[in-house]
Antibody
Framework: QLVESGGGLVRPGGSLRLSCAAS????????MNWVRQAPGKGPEWVASISANSDRSDYADSVKGRFTISRDNPKNSLYLQMSSLRVDDTGVYFCATEGLGYSEGSDFPLFDHWGQGMLVTVSS | DIQMTQSPSSLSASVGDRVTITCRAS??????LNWYQQKPGKAPRLLIF???SWQNGVPSRFSGSGSGTEFTLTIRGLQPEDFATYYCQQSYSPPFTFGPGTRVDIK
């Protein structure tokens, strides 16, 4: 199970920190992602972090403003968001990155998702 | 980044119908294609990975096909719980981009 927290209303230029608490699986074994969804739009991948935090990656739209991190002993994932813009508004989901096995190959997939947390950036 | 498109953007169908949704990638992604179902206020749910492999617990009325740049999701015998929005996602090359979605609603 994944449970997000920390969302809310923030002014443009402000900051917010999202948290994602994991339970029921071996959190430290999974890469993790943040995915957001603007109202009426498809999901947009935001950031990813490897299982042991040695690698992270960001969408161009958030690079330099958002930081993904994790605390494996606390089974928690975080997204520090700064310099927020109106177009950062949306529901933010944390998601596990698993691998599906088919015909001798591994296929990345997002197999478990949190319930989502609304972030509204507005003056 | 690889761009994903879907058609149609929405469709109306009746219980029991067969529904087909198409997803196209801007470049070849082999069969690194996932399908998700999303209901209002909920997170996406993985249905299909590797273009045609079922995720655990997904009913067999859902099937996927395709490779390269063109893919389809077919729902045979649409059920009331299948009315939702469906998204494709490429997992060939990061960032793992999603399509804009196809909304399936009741005729």
């Amino acid at each position: 199970q994944l449970v997000e927290s920390g969302g809310g209303l923030v002014r443009p230029g402000g900051s917010l920190r999202l948290s994602c608490a994991a339970s029921g699986f071996t959190f430290r074994s999974y890469g993790m992602n943040w995915v957001r969804q603007a109202p009426g739009k498809g999901p947009e991948w935001v950031a990813s972090i490897s299982a042991n935090s040695d690698r992270s990656d960001y969408a161009d739209s958030v690079k330099g403003r958002f930081t993904i991190s994790r605390d494996n002993p606390k089974n928690s994932l975080y997204l520090q968001m700064s310099s927020l813009r109106v177009d950062d508004t949306g529901v933010y989901f944390c998601a596990t990155e698993g691998l599906g096995y088919s015909e001798g190959s591994d296929f990345p997939l997002f197999d478990h998702w949190g319930q989502g947390m609304l972030v509204t950036v507005s003056s | 980044d690889i761009q994903m498109t879907q058609s149609p953007s929405s469709l109306s169908a009746s219980v029991g119908d067969r529904v087909t949704i198409t997803c196209r990638a801007s470049q070849s992604i082999s069969n690194f294609l996932n399908w998700y179902q999303q209901k209002p206020g909920k997170a996406p749910r993985l249905l299909i990975f590797a273009a045609s492999s079922w995720q655990n617990g997904v009913p067999s009325r859902f099937s996927g096909s395709g490779s390269g740049t063109e893919f389809t999701l077919t729902i045979r015998g649409l059920q009331p719980e299948d009315f939702a929005t469906y998204y494709c996602q490429q997992s060939y090359s990061p960032p793992f981009t999603f399509g804009p979605g196809t909304r399936v609603d009741i005729k």
